[in-house]
């Protein structure tokens, strides 16, 4: 890639799709489901901040 092209979301999922398998593919769904689930029916004021917090951590703008 050029330094005059930007990367783009779909550029990352070709990308993701060339390098990993269906299963690697399926559990990182799975997992990304899991987190979204938890993230939006726990609310559980401790649980809610900490995955809010962890979610930020990772780089997740959310608001």
Wanted: hydrophobic share 50%; aromatic share 6%; net charge negative.
């Amino acid at each position: 890639m050029s330094t005059t092209e930007s990367d783009t979301v779909r550029d990352r999922v070709v990308t993701a799709r060339e390098a990993m398998t269906p299963g690697q593919m399926a559990a990182t769904l799975a997992f990304a489901a899991a987190i979204a689930f938890a993230l939006i029916f726990v609310q559980e004021p401790l649980v809610h901040d900490s995955m809010h917090n962890f979610r930020h951590a990772a780089g997740i703008t959310c608001h």
